[in-house]
């Protein structure tokens, strides 16, 4: 029987370090899962982080029938994830990190689940084109689902652009993902799973059954619209959405500002 808190332990220290960890040995139900990820998430609220919203994960037909799940993924973020849009992210922070294109929602009011596609529309503050830095702390990039569950699921570090108004449709507008002025990743909102506003549904359905309700001011990630492209020091990562705007960020080094 596995030990969930040692397992959110050494899942904690591994985020912490910047050091890659094997994976799980022991196989967990999705709910243990999810449980090795709250108390993962409780270690960094008692070191003074605060949630301040969830992404969505696995938001793509194509990545459930890949992962043999019939249900998305959600993970928690933090304060301590926030990235200041055209900022500069340190690479040693991170194992192996990519980077995916996103549709971020702010809520002006509590949203709790189950709802429907007019109610969570009706709560939104704003929207945002977002890049979210996902982290998978197991060696090799290699995870089960319930591994990278119980990692947060891979949730690391996220920018967000300019919020717009919500009634900006988003429901298919186009996204260039450039690194270094290459367009690498060229796709839809679409993508995610027909809009976006679907995955606002069902993350106040899941975060409502964890007992998290989604809450005014929190930041809900839609999901990546196209594949992650890997990071590397020096890069320059660029988002232009559609009637959104553009996010982006660099990466720098820890090393190459000690040398």
Not at 86 to 103: K, L, Q
Not at 115 to 124: C, H, I, S
Not at 142 to 155: E, G, I, K, P, Y
Not at 186 to 207: D, T
């Amino acid at each position: 029987m596995a030990d969930l808190q040692s397992l959110a332990e050494r899942l904690d220290e591994a985020q912490r370090l910047a050091r890659a960890t094997p994976q799980l040995e022991d196989a967990l139900s999705i709910l243990d899962a999810y449980q090795v990820q709250r108390a993962l998430l409780e270690r960094r609220y008692a070191r003074g982080e605060r949630r301040v919203g969830i992404k969505m994960g696995f938001t793509s037909r194509a990545k459930m029938v890949q992962m043999g799940v019939s249900e998305m993924i959600w993970g928690r973020l933090t304060d301590g994830m926030m990235v200041e849009e055209g900022g500069a992210v340190d690479f040693d922070r991170y194992v192996h990190p990519r980077v995916e294109p996103e549709i971020a929602f702010i809520l002006k009011r509590d949203l709790p689940g189950p709802v429907t596609l007019a109610g969570a529309a009706a709560a939104v503050e704003a929207i945002a084109p977002a890049l979210e830095i996902i982290d998978s702390r197991y060696k090799d990039f290699r995870f089960s689902v319930t591994d990278v569950v119980a990692d947060n699921s891979s949730s690391s570090s996220f920018v967000v652009g300019p919020w717009s108004a919500p009634s900006t449709d988003v429901s298919n507008v186009g996204m260039i993902m450039s690194v270094n002025g290459e367009p690498r990743q060229i796709g839809s909102s679409a993508a995610i799973l027909g809009s976006p506003l679907r995955s606002l549904v069902a993350a106040a359905r899941l975060a409502s059954q964890a007992g998290e309700p989604l809450k005014a001011g929190d930041v809900i990630l839609a999901g990546g619209a196209t594949a992650a492209e890997a990071l590397s020091p020096g890069d320059h990562i660029r988002l232009e959405v559609q009637g959104l705007g553009i996010a982006e960020f660099t990466v720098g080094r820890t090393q190459e500002a000690l040398d």
